[in-house]
Structures are given as structure tokens and as C-alpha cells.
């Protein structure tokens, strides 16, 4: 589902985020990837879903050759992949459905499957009752629920989720997690940067840590393994 062959990012100043990554994640795997602040973990998913291009080295995400890839082909790209931040980055002006809805209009689905389909996701969200509501008038993790349903409305193959309960209280997390289990259950690939030590320990996955920009541990039903 997702390689890389010895990827190695350095930012423009010269900063070497990665240095010589080598990894495979397959289909339906769900991967933590843990490691102290400035590591480059944010640099390793921003490459996943093409934010940032790699310096040096080989990509394949679901099939594709990422660093090949033509300007036109890179919609096509992106409709495999949902990506979930720690800040929601919902559209403040459109509600519930809206935000939702607009991931399936980018890519110009038809619209009586953008209806039935945004209804779906919002129904397994639990908010189909906030779909009129503005993001304004959401808890935090209501928030995180409505990009959670834009995430998966298209039927991503694999989801990046950086910190997706990094502004969340434990009980909120706790709940953002278990349906993160549910959409990894019913098929999709997730890799999700985290500094939840209580998360990581407590629902057990493959343990990816990135440090100084090298993979130094990469273990299945993993712990944390940090203090903080
Ligand atoms: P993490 O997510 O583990 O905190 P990052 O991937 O954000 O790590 O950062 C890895 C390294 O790359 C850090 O030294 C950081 O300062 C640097 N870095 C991140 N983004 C940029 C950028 N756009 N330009 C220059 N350096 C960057």
C-alpha cells in the first residue's frame, strides 16, 4: 500500500528532515509513528499524501509512483487518500454537510451519490443531526468527527492522520480512536503520528519512531516507548 525505498527530505535552508527512510505499510495496516518534536514525522506523512516532495529516494502510495506523477493525475492521486490534522482545518463559512459534501464535489461526483454518500459518512460520524450546524458550533471533537467524515467520503485507500487527537481531551480522544479502529476495519489503511502515549500503549498497533529523521524502531503490537 505504501513504500518507500531510502527517502531522504531536505528543505530548502538545507535542513535534512529525512535521511534515508525505508519502509512498507500494507493494505488495511494501521501504523502509530511516534518520536520526539522536529524528528521529521510531520515531513514523513506530508510526503504520503504529496504536501511536500522528496529530495531523494522512491515513494508508492496505492499503486502510485508519487514522484512521477503528472500535475493532471495528482486529483486522481489525492481521492486515495484522506488526511486528518490535529487543528480539523474545516471550512468555517460552510456547515456540517458542506464541508463534507465539498470533498466529493472537488472530484466531480455525480450529485445524487454526493447526497446519499455525505448522509452515510455523517451517519457513521454519529453527527447526521449537526449536519445544518457551522463548525463554530461544534465541541472540538464534533470537529474532528466532520473531518473525519470529509476524510473517508470518497473511499480513501489509506489515511494520514497527524495528531488527530492532539486537542482533544482523553474521554474525546478515546471515542476519535474507536472510530479510527471501525474506518480501519472496514478496510482502509491509517497512519497516524501521535504523542498520545496512553493511546499508543492502550489500543496496541505496529509502532513506527522516527529519530533525527531515521526510522530507529519499527515493532508490531508496539508501545510509545517515550516518556512524555
Ligand atoms: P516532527 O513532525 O517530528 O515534529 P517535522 O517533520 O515537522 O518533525 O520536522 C523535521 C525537521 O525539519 C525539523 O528540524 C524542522 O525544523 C524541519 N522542518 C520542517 N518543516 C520545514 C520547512 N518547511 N522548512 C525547513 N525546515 C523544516
Known amino acids: 500500500m505504501i513504500e518507500m525505498q531510502d527517502v531522504w527530505k531536505t528543505y530548502k ?11 512498507q505499510v500494507d493494505r488495511n495496516e494501521f501504523v502509530y509513528v511516534v518520536g520526539p518534536s522536529g524528528a521529521g514525522k510531520s515531513t514523513f506523512m506530508k510526503l504520503i499524501y504529496r504536501e511536500e516532495r522528496l529530495s531523494k529516494g522512491h515513494i508508492f502510495v496505492s499503486g502510485f509512483n508519487i514522484e512521477k506523477l503528472k500535475n493532471r493525475k495528482i486529483p486522481y492521486f489525492r481521492r486515495n487518500i484522506g488526511v486528518i490534522f490535529q487543528d480539523y482545518r474545516l471550512l468555517p463559512k ?11 464535489e472537488v472530484i466531480e461526483a455525480p450529485a445524487k451519490h454526493i447526497k446519499k454518500r455525505t448522509m452515510e459518512v455523517l451517519d457513521l460520524v454519529k453527527l447526521k443531526d449537526k449536519a445544518s450546524s457551522l463548525p463554530s458550533q461544534l465541541s472540538g471533537g464534533e470537529q474532528q468527527r466532520v473531518a473525519i467524515a470529509r476524510a473517508i467520503v470518497n473511499n480513501p485507500s489509506v489515511i494520514v492522520a497527524d495528531e488527530p487527537t492532539g486537542n482533544l481531551d482523553p474521554e474525546t480522544s478515546w471515542g476519535i480512536m474507536k472510530l479510527l479502529e471501525e474506518i480501519n476495519f472496514r478496510g482502509t489503511t491509517i497512519i497516524m503520528a501521535t504523542h498520545n502515549k496512553d493511546i499508543v500503549n492502550g489500543m496496541r498497533k505496529r509502532v513506527v519512531a522516527i529519530e533525527n529523521g531515521l526510522i530507529v524502531r519499527d515493532q508490531q503490537r508496539g508501545e510509545y516507548g517515550y516518556e512524555d
Do not use: P, S
Request: hydrophobic share 50%; aromatic share 10%.
Open 94 to 104: 460552510l456547515t456540517v454537510y458542506e464541508n463534507v459534501a465539498f470533498a466529493m
Open 13 to 23: 535552508n538545507g535542513t535534512h528532515a529525512l535521511r534515508g527512510i525505508n519502509i
